[in-house]
């Protein structure tokens, strides 16, 4: 990476596609590899452990898995930050019952609408872990959203990972 492409990073900050570490952490591989899985997210800083599989193993602190073990960790869907809690939320929500996207918004705590509607909503859909219950009118002011059976899945997967 060019100082230049590293400066524009640093002044954009952190966000889906863009997350700083200063070492390893526990979390470390669990971390790179939701970041890998969305849509071209980089990591920046530790760049001697980003991308070695060393580096991976080693975050796991010890545990007992060897260094081929990281493909084991649950893939998470592109176009979406499924390791965010807002995601989760929003998933957990509609998998109680049908949900306006409002409700969902208040679930995520996201304040900004716009924001909402196409980071988190749109992806969702698009990656099916979400559905519309009135599909053929996606602006009814009827509209609710409920989980899929993908949604009910990641969740599943989340509550193992939860676990360990």
Same mark, same amino acid.
């Given at each position: 990476?060019?100082?230049?492409?590293?400066?524009?990073?640093? @002044?954009?900050?952190?966000?889906?596609?863009?997350?700083?570490?200063?070492?390893?952490?526990?979390?470390?591989?669990?971390?790179? %590899?939701?970041?890998?899985?969305?849509?071209?997210? @980089?990591?920046?800083?530790?760049?001697?452990?980003?991308? !070695?599989?060393?580096?991976?193993?080693?975050?796991?602190?010890?545990?007992?898995? !060897?260094?081929?073990?990281?493909?084991?960790?649950?893939?998470?869907?592109?176009? *979406?930050?499924?390791?965010?809690?807002? %995601?989760?939320?929003?998933?957990?929500?509609?998998?109680?019952?049908?949900?306006?996207?409002?409700?969902?918004?208040?679930?995520?705590?996201?304040?900004?609408?716009?924001?909402? +509607?196409?980071? *988190?909503?749109?992806?969702?859909?698009?990656?099916?872990?979400?559905? +519309? !219950?009135?599909?053929?009118?996606?602006?009814?002011?009827? @509209?609710? *959203?409920?989980? !899929?059976?993908?949604? +009910?899945? %990641?969740?599943?997967?989340?509550?193992?990972?939860?676990?360990?």
């Amino acid at each position: 990476m060019k100082a230049a492409d590293l400066d524009i990073l640093l @002044q954009e900050g952190e966000g889906v596609m863009l997350e700083y570490k200063e070492g390893l952490s526990s979390s470390f591989a669990r971390e790179l %590899v939701a970041l890998a899985n969305t849509a071209g997210g @980089q990591t920046a800083g530790a760049p001697e452990l980003v991308g !070695t599989k060393s580096a991976l193993s080693q975050a796991h602190d010890g545990a007992h898995e !060897t260094e081929d073990s990281t493909a084991s960790v649950p893939q998470v869907p592109r176009k *979406y930050p499924a390791s965010t809690p807002q %995601v989760l939320a929003i998933l957990k929500a509609a998998a109680s019952g049908e949900k306006t996207r409002e409700e969902l918004q208040i679930v995520a705590e996201i304040k900004d609408r716009e924001h909402f +509607r196409k980071e *988190y909503l749109e992806a969702l859909l698009s990656a099916e872990l979400l559905e +519309r !219950t009135i599909p053929d009118k996606p602006r009814s002011p009827k @509209q609710r *959203y409920r989980t !899929t059976a993908g949604g +009910r899945s %990641v969740l599943e997967n989340s509550d193992k990972e939860s676990h360990l």
